[in-house]
């Protein structure tokens, strides 16, 4: 069963993590990864930018219009870190994802792969208090 959650509540979750966005396409991808981002939501458009920048706009940042993500999915890889793909319609099979979230690494590779036990707990934590299925509803009316 998918969990209803409007885009900018599970961004604003992901945030928390430390994880990284990846904004895919046929021609490449571009990461965004930091502990110092804010979602800032205005009119069909949420952003996520440096909370450190004096001028959002000069730094690093991803537009992502609001209503283009429909649905996303914990995609579980053997021997991966999972990771939270945001598809465009609800119920479609896109084969590639619009965006990506990466949750924090499971694995120290400087260390020969060793297992990161805290990062595995965050992500079974997540999972189990809001599962592997996200569809987006609509934010409510501001008044």
Request: hydrophobic fraction near 40%; proline fraction near 6%.
């Amino acid at each position: 069963m998918a969990t209803p959650m409007t885009l900018q509540a599970l961004l604003e979750l992901l945030l928390t993590m430390d994880g990284a966005f990846a904004l895919c396409n046929v021609h490449g991808s571009v990461e965004l990864r930091g502990q110092d981002f804010y979602v800032s939501a205005y009119q069909q458009w949420l952003t996520i930018y440096h909370t450190t920048a004096g001028d959002p706009e000069a730094r690093s940042h991803i537009h992502l219009k609001r209503h283009t993500l429909r649905l996303a999915v914990v995609i579980h890889e053997p021997e991966q870190t999972p990771y939270l793909a945001f598809y465009g319609i609800a119920g479609a099979t896109e084969t590639e994802p619009l965006l990506i979230w990466y949750f924090p690494s499971f694995y120290n590779w400087a260390k020969g792969k060793t297992e990161i036990p805290a990062n595995v707990a965050q992500h079974a934590a997540f999972v189990e208090t809001y599962g592997t299925t996200f569809t987006f509803i609509e934010p409510p009316e501001s008044g």
